[in-house]
């Protein structure tokens, strides 16, 4: 099989793995408020999806390494996908919702093997290129899952959505039992190795700060911007548009991070990405109107797409091909801390103040850390 056409395989199923895990989260949170009208157990429930993540990734990248393959961990966790949103789309109760979120969020797991298996076709010095394309591929499943949303909530209520997700999980399979991946010899896991890797710089850094970016997310577009958004008037076709003007600019921030690291750097990229986070977060906790919800937005997608692919870039650009699986295993269990923070601590922190005045804080907890552990990263180009 050509390199070519391992790249489109690998990319089809990425494409269609976020569409899968994104095409009913623009209503999720109004969706869960129909189940249960407490905030703290709406930002619980949307919790798990980042806690079950954080903890099954790090144990399947040194799974994939160990074994030497990424194939059967990517299927296996794409049907896991296919089988949470469907419980999601059946619960009757919160408790039942609450099973399906954590199944989505182990299913979450695809995107270490996944991220890496596609780097493995590009020479390592062109890892932030590799990762920043793959991820135009990911934003592009879920500008079209988000995109779809609200039609789909209207021709056929909540459930719909999440039934077409598991249909796409099922196609991702198919397309993923086509690809063949280039044997690799197996590498056990050693402690030694592991604290090793835990404990270097230029992988902790760029994940620790990625815990914060995706707190902010989640926190926000995929936690509470949705609610807001329903009190100032916004449809389901809104809400489901505000996600995806969202995913839109967070594709083009992305497409151009490699002529934006070479102009500024990235360092300067990040110390930039975490201001346009804060600030648009800062936006939206005033907004009288969602035109001004829609600009916080767009400050957050532009933000957000470049930091990102940074971020994971450098976390794997200096590791050898045989610990790479483990590295992005870790650099996605750690700011998976921030995708279940994000909206557990703001549903408490909404129940408790207010959403506007938790949005407020949220800005703060992005930039604050954001720009002193920038601070501390290697400033070359």
């Not at 870039?313 to 050898?320: A, F, K, L």
């Not at 995708?339 to 800005?363: C, D, K, N, Q, Y």
């Amino acid at each position: 099989m050509s390199r070519r056409l391992s790249i489109a395989l690998v990319a089809a199923v990425g494409f269609l793995y976020w569409i899968a895990l994104y095409v009913y989260v623009p209503t999720l949170p109004t969706y869960l408020e129909t189940k249960t009208g407490d905030l703290a157990m709406v930002g619980t429930i949307l919790s798990m999806y980042g806690l079950w993540q954080g903890i099954i990734r790090l144990p399947l990248g040194i799974a994939a390494d160990w074994l030497g393959q990424r194939k059967p961990f990517i299927i296996g966790c794409v049907f896991l996908l296919g089988l949470g949103t469907y419980l999601l789309g059946t619960a009757q109760d919160a408790h039942s919702l609450l099973i399906g979120r954590i199944i989505t969020g182990l299913a979450a797991g695809t995107w270490v093997p996944l991220v890496v298996l596609f780097n493995s076709y590009f020479p390592p010095e062109e890892a932030v290129r590799a990762t920043a394309l793959f991820n135009f591929v990911g934003f592009s499943g879920r500008m079209l899952g988000t995109g779809v949303t609200g039609t789909l909530n209207e021709i056929g209520g909540y459930p719909l959505a999440f039934f077409v997700a598991s249909g796409t999980a099922g196609l991702a399979i198919v397309v993923m039992l086509l690809c063949r991946e280039k044997s690799r010899p197996p590498h056990p896991p050693s402690l030694g190795s592991l604290g090793r890797l835990v404990t270097r710089r230029d992988v902790l850094l760029p994940s620790i700060l990625a815990i914060v970016g995706q707190y902010a997310a989640f926190a926000t577009t995929f936690g509470f911007f949705p609610i807001l958004a329903r009190q100032l008037g916004a449809s389901d076709i809104m809400q489901s548009g505000l996600v995806t003007f969202y995913v839109a600019l967070t594709m083009v921030s992305s497409l151009l991070v490699t002529a934006l690291v070479r102009r500024l750097g990235k360092r300067m990229l990040l110390y930039l990405s975490f201001v346009f986070t804060a600030l648009g977060i800062g936006v939206v906790a005033v907004a009288q109107s969602l035109v001004l919800v829609f600009v916080g937005q767009a400050l957050l997608g532009l933000s957000f797409g470049a930091g990102y692919a940074v971020m994971m870039g450098m976390s794997i650009e200096n590791v050898e091909e045989r610990q790479r699986t483990t590295a992005m295993g870790l650099f996605q269990a750690l700011y998976s801390i921030g995708m279940f923070a994000g909206p557990w601590l703001s549903g408490i922190l909404a129940e408790a103040i207010g959403i506007r005045p938790m949005l407020g804080v949220t800005a703060m907890i992005c930039l604050v850390p954001g720009v002193l552990i920038t601070g501390l990263l290697d400033g070359r180009r």
